[in-house]
Each structure stands twice: as structure tokens, then as C-alpha cells.
């Protein structure tokens, strides 16, 4: 579908990210500021920074995001649900996990299946989004796990966290779409830079761009 050139429409696709293991609080003003002067739909920052972003962008229509067993996926459901749970309290109101790619690939589908059922189960009234982390998946492999999200009720699927290779390709994006039957959404993410690759993979089927990259995008747009 044809997204029209204009910074609001644009804007509302964003999610201004922000996951270095280096970032620390004072760098979250400024990150929220941003967000708030370009109107993007939500920050995204690693768990311990949530109270600082919920704070800055308290009362706005910016949703406050972060992640969980990020960014390997490795971690056990507990801990998982703990780390979920504190940054619920602490003012998120969207998280995006990563789904266990190692049980995933070794076949017990099972498991995996179920922890994303209780990731869900205890993220009522909030937004869900589970990373797959497509780099590190043959096309077959995307097809199964898009169809285990979409069972456990999660409302996005993310293509990937960015730490393992990046996934720029509307490939997968596409195969995704046809994959999932129901109202699923797609996030895309890992190495988006500019406005020509965030207008490639929302004509592809993303519902939400995760990017740390926004600003320079944003410049991209011509003015009216």
C-alpha cells in the first residue's frame, strides 16, 4: 500500500529506540523530548531505564516500551515473567520479548509455545510484541514461529533485537503476512536507517518500525 510522505504519518509508525548496554538516565530526557517534538507512537529503552521514561512522558501520547530476555532469549520463563512485571510497575505499558531461539530451534516448540502463553497471561491491557530474531532462522522456521505467536495471543511479532545481524529485507516481512491469518501485527527492526527502507517495509506489512535511527528519518520527509 502507498504510505503517503508526510512527518505525522510517518511519525506514528516509530518507535524510538534506544538499547545500548551503555546508555544510562541522562540520556533519556533528550530521547523523550524527541519523541514528544516528532510525536512517535512509544520509546523504547532496556528495563532499567522505564521509570525514567514514564516519567518524562507521563500524560503524553507516547507509550512507554521496553524488553525482556533481551537480547538472547535465553533467560527461563520466571525470570522472564519477573523482569516483565517490573517494568509493568515501573510505567511500561508495551514489551517486546525474546521468544527462547534456542529451544526454539532444537524443536521444543512446546515449551516455547507455552512460555509465550504465560508471557501473555500476565501482560493484560498491555501491548505484547515477541522477537523471533529472523537472522538467526531459515524461511520454514519463520513460518513456524509466526504461527506459534500468533497462537499465544501476542499482539506483534518483531523481526529481530539487532544484536544477532540485522534484517532489512521485506522478504521476511512478506512471508511473515501470509503466514499469520488473524490480526497480528508485524514490528519491524535491526538496521533500519532511513526513510527509503521504513516506506519498503510498511508497503510490506508492517505495522510499527523499531528504529534508533528516528530523528534522521524524520529529516528525510520533505517539507510540505
Known sequence: ?????DKNNIAKYIEHTLLKPEVDPSHIKQLCQEALTYDF?????????VKWVHKYLKGSPVNTCSVAGFPLGANTTTTKLIEIETCLNDG???IDMVMNIGLFKYGDLKTVANELKAVKKNTPNKILKIIIETPLLSKSEIVTASKIVEDSGADFIKTCT???GIDTTTENIRLIQSTIKSGLMIKASGGIKSLQQVKKVLAAGANRIGTSSGIIIMEEIPLD
Do not use: R, T
Open 92 to 94: 511500561a505499558s508495551e
Open 162 to 164: 539487532g544484536f544477532n
Open 1 to 5: 500500500y502507498f504510505i503517503k510522505l
Open 41 to 49: 507512537c512509544a520509546v523504547c529503552v532496556n528495563p532499567s531505564l
